[in-house]
């Protein structure tokens, strides 16, 4: 395949959210513009997902540093990330987290591999059911999961109908912003309940994500909340959720576990 087929495809696959999660995201839009660093290639990858300041941060750094010094931070950020999960996971913990992501999955599966004893309540994720990703990923490696739909999120986090009681809620992020964090739509709810049932709720994410620009919130095809839906019914479909940082009791980047303020003063420096 040549570049500009190569380019176009990742284009499509993010576009289409079969290329899904920030990080995974930002890592091949950032091969796709190494293939064609040209003006017109940083817009249309920038115009993909709005939501999605990792890209555009990691396209930035393009200017300065080379293709394979970028793509060396993905990884080194996650082995740190992973350190700093391992410790503040507790045996027996049962552990709530919500969609697909990449930062908070590696981390479980490094926790569990170095001999943590813990288990994940998931949500399905609708309407592309990212959730269910989770799950196999999860399952795959012998962690032992639960999967609940989405509007079963009061009842799995706060022990009701039989369910456990929830120790922890990890969530991933699309955005961290001054005033919070932006991730999938459910996440704002699931941060609310827990919250209020004094569950402490960490956000697991690459520091790259950070930004102090606003960032708009994805609307995505109405199609996937109801395809042939009856004519003149009027659907909407929100793709991510703000959580305030009231709400967050810290956030687990490279940069190590901090409180909202703290880690906003580390990422500024
Ligand atoms: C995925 C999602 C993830 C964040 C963080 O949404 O909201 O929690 O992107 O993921 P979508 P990661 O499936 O719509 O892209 O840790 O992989 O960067």
């Known amino acids: 395949m040549n570049k500009q087929k190569i380019f176009n495809k990742i284009a499509k696959d993010i576009k289409e959210v079969k290329i899904q999660g920030a990080r995974n995201i930002a890592k091949k839009a950032l091969y796709a513009y190494s293939l064609i660093p040209t003006k017109n290639s940083y817009e249309k990858l920038f115009?993909?997902?709005?939501?999605?300041?990792?890209?555009?941060?990691?396209?930035?750094?393009?200017?300065?540093?080379?293709?394979?010094?970028?793509?060396?931070?993905?990884?080194?950020?996650?082995?740190?990330?992973?350190?700093?999960?391992?410790?503040?996971?507790k045996n027996n913990d049962v552990i709530f987290t919500h969609c697909h992501s990449t930062n908070v999955i590696n981390a479980l599966i490094y926790a569990k591999k170095k001999g943590k004893k813990f288990e994940i309540y998931n949500t399905e994720t609708r309407p592309l059911y990212?959730?269910?990703?989770?799950?196999?990923?999860?399952?795959?490696?012998?962690?032992?999961?639960?999967?609940?739909?989405?509007?079963?999120a009061m009842i799995a986090l706060t022990k009701k109908q039989g369910t456990k009681k929830v120790n922890k809620v990890f969530l991933g992020a699309d955005a961290l912003l001054k005033e919070g964090v932006i991730n999938k739509?459910?996440?704002?709810?699931?941060?609310?309940?827990?919250?209020?049932?004094?569950?402490?709720?960490?956000?697991?994410?690459?520091?790259?994500?950070?930004?102090?620009?606003?960032?708009?919130?994805?609307?995505?095809?109405?199609?996937?909340?109801?395809?042939?839906?009856?004519?003149?019914?009027?659907?909407?479909?929100?793709?991510?959720?703000?959580?305030?940082?009231?709400?967050?009791?810290g956030i687990i980047s490279e940069l190590g576990v901090f409180d909202y303020s703290e880690f906003l003063k580390k990422v500024k420096s």
Do not use: C
Request: hydrophobic fraction near 35%; proline fraction near 5%.
């Open 47 to 89: 115009s993909l997902r709005p939501t999605e300041p990792m890209l555009v941060n990691v396209l930035n750094k393009m200017e300065k540093q080379s293709y394979k010094e970028i793509l060396k931070h993905f990884d080194s950020a996650q082995d740190k990330i992973n350190k700093y999960v391992f410790k503040l996971i």
């Open 185 to 249: 739509v459910g996440s704002g709810m699931i941060a609310k309940i827990a919250y209020d049932s004094k569950i402490l709720i960490y956000i697991i994410a690459d520091s790259w994500k950070y930004t102090n620009k606003k960032v708009p919130r994805e609307q995505r095809k109405l199609k996937e909340v109801w395809d042939k839906a009856p004519k003149n019914i009027k659907i909407r479909n929100p793709a991510f959720e703000f959580i305030p940082k009231k709400y967050i009791k």
């Open 130 to 152: 990212q959730g269910r990703k989770t799950t196999r990923e999860l399952k795959k490696a012998r962690i032992k999961v639960t999967q609940f739909i989405d509007s079963a």
